[in-house]
């Protein structure tokens, strides 16, 4: 082993396979990333084949190796994160059954209300958390409920990067926080619950055995060493959900301290020393939908008697397929469940919003199969909702609330609009609907992290269809309005 050996992480995302090279200390040496492709066959539903996820690896992998300019034999080990509640079915020959349904799909509304009707708080007591369609718990109800024959073939179940992982080593166990997120955990024991798995018939064979995110699970094999470049036999730790390798990242190490995230979705983390699950901060809507967003405010209202924020994470999401190739109804669909979205949860909390002078925070961001003509379509999406953010600043920046629409160019939008034949004219065009020009996006960042994290913060976050590209933000500031760090109530 070389005296400085480097460290391998593979990160599986909402978008895309990440791979980085680092030294002991922390520091970089190579990146490399490939596209992962998400597909939508119905309205709500997030989709990815996992062989993608290894096909991605294959790929990425040779190509980090070489910007590294090391010897695969000075990879000290590798790990693993992942986002959480995404799982693969395997069958008693190893195939995997079905497409891996994701944690931001949204189709087990009805199964959701079923467990919260039947079990609310036995549920939060034993899992730590309430039901709703992120968790596994309620998406295997579903796949019970509507593909009965794929639910009775499963052998196995993997949480996405222990999927992944088991295609360099052959070895089947997940992490502690990942088997959290499953909502089939007892919090207390750290053990599969049996009454949890009870309530959906899941039987509690096919879940894997669970172990430390630091342990060793195995190496690599003869077979993933030659489809990958990496050495035979190097080390390879569990690893965990990629939230948790975040925050441990961003420093939270201490109780108390706590991160905000502002990616495919907005999380706030506060490290405790034992779990402290609050029923209260358990809320969650299809804010495409009037009821649910109509009751959500309620909800939130009767337990916090105010609040502070509504972030709108808009979630753009492609068709299974090329705009070029897809109907006109189901781009439309598209964009009309996103501006629903935003006219809904200001339509049901801006009086509660009013009264705290609180922030809307609104954000755009597209999934699917990335191609020019959907570069085009989101910038028109996007663009809609930034018109409609704007109408709202007007008619709001009077009560003294600060509205953030999105408003920062992500690298691979101004790449694609440096290819066209008039780059200036999207420039202009999306200069013309942003209020007032974008800022920079730390700024924002900031000034959120200070208004989640402070005493006053109450807040409520709807997740509609599925989302990803992380944070892009701007916020208005002006004589009528204020920026979240100078909120008068702290």
């Known amino acids: 082993m070389a005296a400085d050996p480097l460290l391998v992480g593979i990160d599986l995302g909402a978008g895309s396979l990440k791979v980085s090279v680092i030294r002991a200390d922390g520091s970089l040496v190579a990146e490399a990333s490939e596209a992962v492709a998400t597909a939508s066959p119905h309205p709500g539903w997030s989709e990815q084949d996992p062989h993608d996820w ?16 090391r010897p695969a034999t000075e990879i000290a080990a590798i790990a693993f994160s992942a986002g959480a509640h995404t799982q693969v079915l395997e069958d008693a020959d190893g195939r995997v059954i079905r497409p891996a349904i994701l944690w931001n799909d949204q189709r087990s ?8 009707r039947q079990a609310d708080a036995r549920i939060l007591d034993i899992g730590a958390n309430r039901a709703n369609a992120t968790w596994t718990l309620p998406q295997m109800l579903w796949l019970r409920n ?25 070895t089947w166990e997940t992490d502690t926080i990942d088997a959290l997120g499953t909502l089939m955990l007892d919090a207390r024991s750290g053990e599969w619950s049996d009454e949890l798995c009870g309530m959906i018939g899941w039987p509690t064979e096919t879940l894997p055995p669970i172990v430390k995110p630091t342990a060793v699970v195995g190496k690599v094999t003869a077979e993933a060493a030659r489809m990958t470049g990496l050495a035979e036999g190097t080390p390879v730790v569990c690893g965990t959900s990629d939230t948790a390798a975040e925050t441990y990242g961003a420093g939270m190490v201490r109780e108390g301290l706590g991160v905000v995230k ?34 959500a405010f309620a909800e939130a209202l009767r337990w916090h008697g105010r609040i502070d924020a509504i972030h709108n994470n808009a979630g753009n999401v492609g068709p299974a397929r ?48 990335i191609g020019q003509d959907n570069h085009a379509a989101y910038v028109a999406t996007k663009g809609g ?19 953030c629409p999105a408003a920062v160019w992500t690298p691979m939008l101004r790449e694609w609009a440096a290819s066209l034949p008039d780059p200036a004219a999207i420039a202009r065009f999306l200069d013309e609907l942003h209020p007032l020009g974008a800022c920079p996006e730390a700024d924002v960042i ?8 402070s005493d006053q913060a109450r807040f409520i976050t709807g997740c509609i269809l599925p989302v990803s590209g992380g944070a892009e933000l701007g916020y208005k500031r002006g004589a009528s ?10």
């Open 146 to 170: 509507n593909e009965p024959q794929a639910f009775s073939r499963v052998k196995r179940l993997y949480v996405a990067k222990d999927w992944l992982r088991a295609r360099f080593t052959g």
């Open 109 to 116: 509304h009805a199964e959701v209300a079923v467990l919260r």
């Open 481 to 490: 309005t204020r920026s979240v760090d100078d909120n008068p109530n702290r």
């Open 54 to 69: 290894w096909r991605a690896a294959c790929r990425a992998l040779p190509q980090v190796l070489s910007l590294a300019k």
């Open 322 to 369: 090329p705009l070029h190739e897809s109907t006109e109804a189901e781009w439309d669909n598209v964009q009309r469940i996103n501006l629903k979205s935003v006219y809904l949860t200001t339509r049901f909390g801006f009086e509660a919003l009013r009264a705290a002078r609180g922030v809307i925070l609104n954000t755009a961001s597209i999934v699917g199969l």
């Open 385 to 403: 909702m930034i018109a409609l953010t704007k109408a709202m600043a007007l008619d709001y920046a009077a009560y003294g609330n600060a509205i």
């Open 446 to 453: 900031a000034d959120a992290a200070v208004f989640l994290l």
């Open 262 to 295: 502002l990616a495919t979705a907005a999380t706030v983390s506060v490290l405790s020393p034992q779990p402290r699950p609050d029923f209260a901060l358990a809320l969650h809507c299809d804010v495409g939908d009037a009821a649910s967003v109509e009751s």
